[in-house]
């Protein structure tokens, strides 16, 4: 079955350093893999997703991930971080017909001054 | 073009009422998935409606139900409510039904059951 794994509840970084995200995937074939943030009071917001073809996704507000599937990981990555991007991340797959979509658990970034 | 709305924002209700929430997609879309988030569970897939119909369902009981008009806009029903039914209420609208298609969520709908 289809799962996705975020080790990291809470992540916290400076302003201005690099983030790197982790998730791992278990999916049966090729797979379909996005990454949302929440902002605190808001909704999902869709930064990028991997269907196929490069493993290095770019998505919206300088955001990256690199597919391995050697390692079974879409790990999400921001060479320079901001304030604004202090939120809760999230990665997921398609799921089977009782799930639309899987989510892991989230991250929670906070960044320091 | 307005991106998904969701109403109302925040509702206070007490154990076994009922309520209902309403979601308008994105113009076009024809899918409307509804979510639901909690700390201990965090993001569960409810159901997804497409064109007016059911098209799948996660694993909640029967008290959660929903529907679809024909002009896309989805309400979902929780019936004799439970303290543990407090949660954000999210929906979504896609393009299509299938799982890869990107999904617009709207700001949620905060639950709390007293």
């Known amino acids: 079955a289809q799962s996705v794994t975020q080790p990291d509840i809470h992540i916290t970084v400076s302003e201005g350093a690099s983030l790197e995200l982790r998730c791992n995937y278990s999916?049966?074939?090729?797979?379909?893999l996005f990454w949302y943030v929440q902002s605190p009071g808001q909704g999902l917001q869709l930064l990028l997703k991997?269907?196929?073809?490069?493993?290095l996704v770019q998505g919206i507000k300088g955001f990256e991930a690199e597919f391995k599937r050697s390692q079974s990981s879409f790990n999400l990555r921001k060479p320079s971080v901001h304030w604004s991007d202090a939120a809760e991340y999230f990665c997921?797959?398609?799921?089977?017909?009782?799930?639309?979509?899987?989510f892991g658990k989230g991250t929670r970034l906070h960044i320091l001054p | 073009k307005a991106g998904v709305t969701q109403t109302p924002r925040y509702l206070i209700k007490t154990r076994g009422q009922q309520v209902t929430l309403s979601c308008s997609p994105i113009?076009?879309?024809?899918?409307v998935s509804w979510y639901q988030q909690t700390p201990g569970q965090g993001l569960q897939f409810l159901f997804e409606?497409?064109?007016?119909?059911?098209?799948n369902k996660g694993n909640f009981p029967g008290r959660f139900s929903g529907r679809q008009f024909s002009n896309s806009r989805s309400e979902m029903n929780v019936s004799t409510l439970e303290l543990g039914d407090s949660a954000l209420y999210l929906c979504?609208?896609?393009?299509?039904?299938?799982?890869?298609?990107?999904?617009?969520f709207g700001p949620g709908t905060r639950l709390t059951v007293l």
């Open positions: 979504a609208s896609s393009l299509g039904s299938g799982g890869i298609d990107t999904q617009y």
């Open positions: 999916y049966g074939a090729t797979p379909y």
């Open positions: 991997y269907f196929s073809g490069d493993t």
């Open positions: 997921a797959v398609p799921g089977n017909r009782d799930d639309k979509i899987i």
């Open positions: 113009s076009g879309h024809r899918s």
């Open positions: 409606y497409f064109s007016e119909t059911q098209r």
